[in-house]
């Protein structure tokens, strides 16, 4: 399996994942943003401005949202993480996988024993042991790393001036 597989299939299993998981993060930055509201729907500037917890918990968050805004709230937004996820992670998979190959033809003592007579097969069927596998994540994870810390940042920011503009769920029950 070459490295296009590799980015191919971190590409889609990124975006199936975000199918799955937006809705929970959408309620986990409802909640992340909770308390940092005040009781007449702005942005708290000052110690002295009294907070609004709106939610009790992540149940009671997701049933007001689909309350308020209905169940395609919880899926809002959803266009930016998928392809975001995909990118993510077809650089996590695509980095993992290069890593593999390198240890492969050159640090054969990182394979599993009964591999290290076989480093021309196809790089699916070698299994690395503990610390190739521990190097491999690693390096597949920094690199992630330094594309997504920013991004997400970026992208946190921009959700909560959004829920601050728009007042997200402030309405009385």
């Known amino acids: 399996m070459g490295i296009g597989k590799d980015i191919i299939a ?16 959408t309620v986990r930055t409802r909640l992340q943003i ?13 110690s002295k401005e009294r907070a609004r917890y709106r939610y009790k918990n992540a149940l009671d968050c997701t049933r007001q949202i689909v309350r308020r805004e209905g169940l395609r709230a919880l899926y809002s ?4 993480p998928l ?23 050159a640090r054969p003592y ?6 290290k007579e076989n ?18 994540g690693g390096f597949g994870g920094c690199i992630n790393a330094l594309v997504v810390t920013p991004v997400e940042l970026i992208r946190n920011r921009l959700i909560f001036y959004a829920a601050q503009n728009r007042k997200l769920s402030t309405q009385p029950n």
């Open 119 to 136: 480093r021309n097969s196809n790089v699916a069927d070698v299994k690395l042991n503990i610390l190739g596998i521990y190097i491999c």
């Open 77 to 80: 937004g959803m266009s930016g």
């Open 34 to 46: 909770d308390g940092m509201i005040s009781e007449q729907g702005n942005l708290i500037s000052s």
């Open 83 to 105: 392809a975001a996820q995909g990118v993510y992670k077809a650089i996590m998979f695509g980095a993992f996988g290069f890593s593999k190959r390198e240890i492969m033809t």
């Open 110 to 115: 990182l394979l599993v024993e009964q591999n």
């Open 10 to 25: 971190g590409a889609v299993g990124g975006m199936v994942s975000t199918l799955f998981c937006h809705p929970l993060d």
